[in-house]
């Protein structure tokens, strides 16, 4: 899932990649809106929120919102930061660091986060804590798959499906429509998978409050061992079969 670089990369990767991370990402979505009332998965609505702050001449909400993209630009500058460190030496183990960053963040505000109004500290805190886990895992994501996949957000999906179909219509190569139907498949996998995990995630909310991200902890940690176990197994398969020979 996320070992593959570059051209060893396949679109079974790709999807594997997506859905596992987008429903973490629904499910971030959804904490977020319902234990802070605001977005913790894009900054694309604060820049709006900043600006309407802005013209009510409420400065000290508007720097809250311009401080809510900041923290989503820090976590995508730490996870590239600390994917390319690790890839000097180990480019097949670049997603480890940011992967255990983004546990150890949703863990201890699903541990330790309070269903909170946004313009309290508490909020701010928890809000600001789930933007930088977002801007990391979006911006892995864009590394590891080339900017095939983005997880956190659906804006740029939705216009990228929307070319893709439109393209249905004119590309009549074999090659071309094979590509664009895989290419729209993993589009509708994210768009799916993230729905999934916001629809989940707040049923769940009901039960566990913020809790709830904790579920989505869960998922990053089969994301992150999939690779191990997988490469596991099949050693053990080889040698199986080489003991059979």
Not at 109 to 131: C, H, N, R, S
Not at 148 to 160: A, E, I, M, Y
Not at 198 to 222: A, E
Request: hydrophobic share 50%; net charge positive; glycine share 6%.
């Amino acid at each position: 899932m996320f070992r593959h670089q570059g051209k060893n990369r396949t679109f079974i990767h790709n999807l594997r990649l997506a859905t596992l991370l987008s429903f973490v990402a629904g499910i971030v979505n959804i904490t977020g809106v319902l234990a802070v009332k605001t977005l913790t998965t894009n900054v694309t609505g604060h820049f709006a929120f900043f600006a309407e702050e802005v013209i009510k001449h409420n400065y000290t909400a508007a720097i809250t919102f311009f401080v809510f993209t900041i923290f989503f630009l820090m976590g995508a500058f730490t996870s590239n930061f600390m994917a390319e460190w690790v890839s000097i030496k180990h480019p097949h183990l670049l997603h480890i660091i940011p992967i255990s960053m983004e546990i150890a963040i949703l863990t201890l505000v699903g541990f330790f986060g309070i269903q909170a109004d946004l313009y309290t500290l508490e909020g701010k805190m928890i809000a600001f804590a789930m933007l930088f886990a977002m801007g990391i895992q979006n911006s892995l994501v864009t590394k590891i798959s080339q900017s095939t996949v983005r997880t956190t957000h659906l804006t740029g999906l939705f216009t990228d499906l929307g070319i893709e179909l439109s393209q249905l219509f004119f590309y009549k190569k074999q090659n071309e429509k094979k590509r664009l139907n895989a290419s729209i498949s993993l589009r509708l996998s994210i768009i799916t998978f993230f729905f999934i995990g916001c629809i989940s995630g707040g049923y769940i909310y009901t039960f566990f409050k913020i809790k709830t991200l904790l579920v989505g902890v869960f998922f990053l940690f089969i994301a992150l061992m999939y690779d191990s176990i997988r490469l596991r197994f099949l050693a053990v398969k080889r040698k199986k079969l080489t003991t059979k020979h």
